[in-house]
Nanobody, 123 residues
Framework: QVQLVESGGGLVQTGGSLRLSCAASGRTFSSYAVGWFRQAPGKERELLATINWSGSFTYHADSVKGRFTISRDNAKNTVYLQMNSLNPEDTAVYCC????????????????WGQGTQVTVSS
């Protein structure tokens, strides 16, 4: 079992940066792949980035490539999402999710989810 807690969201101006954290409980977290997702009101959930257990493989969606970076520190049981050059279209609830196998682009394949953290970008 893995429990995930996101933090780091908030209100930021256009062009600003935030770093989200996904803290996990469980001694085997280092064996899980983790993904960051977001969902804006009236829109479908969107995969932003995913990382394998060691951090040697990452994937970033085209919509955030070059602006967002996923990373992890297994010693701290934490996965991060560094978000730069934020714009109002990035306003959403951001969630992290974990799965035992390798990274996946399919949200439904992730078995463990956090509650989410709100990110609001003002113009």
């Amino acid at each position: 079992q893995v429990q995930l807690v996101e933090s780091g969201g908030g209100l930021v101006q256009t062009g600003g940066s935030l770093r989200l954290s996904c803290a996990a409980s469980g001694r085997t977290f280092s064996s899980y792949a983790v993904g960051w997702f977001r969902q804006a009101p009236g829109k479908e959930r969107e995969l932003l980035a995913t990382i394998n257990w060691s951090g040697s493989f990452t994937y970033h969606a085209d919509s955030v490539k070059g602006r967002f970076t996923i990373s992890r520190d297994n010693a701290k049981n934490t996965v991060y999402l560094q978000m730069n050059s934020l714009n109002p279209e990035d306003t959403a609830v951001y969630c992290c999710a974990a799965r035992v196998s390798g990274p996946s682009l399919v949200g439904g394949s992730y078995g463990y989810w956090g509650q989410g953290t709100q990110v609001t970008v003002s113009s």
